[in-house]
């Protein structure tokens, strides 16, 4: 049985989907439920569950910033987006995040239940992925750290570099390089690579998402490198990981 965790502040909503849902039939349990972004973190490392059922909005912590903290973390659990906004900005916020799917309120009989589906056959043959390496358990390398949360918030800007990186943690590039490779194995402009890719990855999962907007999103100019750096990094190119979206 998956183990589900459902975030909704409305009690009524919340409710009404954990009685309403044949969970059972769906192979699944509720095995925890949350009013707001904040409460579903902290019972994540409690309940480990399989799926989560979100809303959008809710106090405290919304359903994207929970996201986000959570893809930070690096915990890829899959999540579905309920939400009463027709906004394709928030739909694709969600999905650049990972969410598999994304419903409308009020939602129709057979809806949820088949976004469950869907997020089951997600769980079970999982589409190609990139490992970031991490930062060994030992390490207290700041420099790191804060290489890594440079790149994930730079990581779009075409003309990042080692240097730059370097500059703005005021060390040298050849010292910071070597910390780098040391502690996590990988170089520097590797993983930037690698978070590009990954990201893109996200992206594509939106068909309607092209696939020079993707590359133009995670920081590639010339598509046709993009394309090949893609390949080399999934195994496939980038239309043909799209295709395996739908």
Known sequence: MLKILIAEDEELIRKGIVLTVDWASLGCIVTAEAANGAEALE????????????????????????????RKRGDQTPVIIL?????????????????????????????????????????????????????????????????????????????????????????????????????????????????????AMILLKDCRIKVYEAAQQVGYRDIAYFSSTFKKQVGMSPSEYQDTQT
């Open 83 to 199: 939400t009463a906004y027709d906004s394709f900005d928030y739909a694709r916020s969600a999905l650049r995040l990972g969410a598999v799917d994304y419903l409308l309120k009020p939602f129709h009989d057979g809806d949820l239940e088949n976004a469950v589906r869907y997020a089951k056959q997600k769980i079970v043959q999982p589409s190609p992925s990139i490992i970031l390496p991490g930062i060994k358990k030992d390490s207290k390398s700041k420099y790191v750290q804060e290489t890594i949360g440079y790149i994930t918030n730079q990581y779009s800007d075409p003309d990042i570099s080692v240097g730059c990186i370097a500059a703005h943690m005021n060390i040298s590039e050849g010292h910071l390089s070597h910390i780098f490779k040391k502690e996590t194995g990988c170089t520097i402009l590797g993983y930037l690579t690698r978070y590009r890719i990954q990201q």
């Open 43 to 70: 019972m994540m490392d409690q309940h480990k569950p399989d799926l989560i059922i979100t809303d959008l909005k809710m106090p405290v912590m919304d359903g994207i910033e929970m996201l986000e903290v959570l």
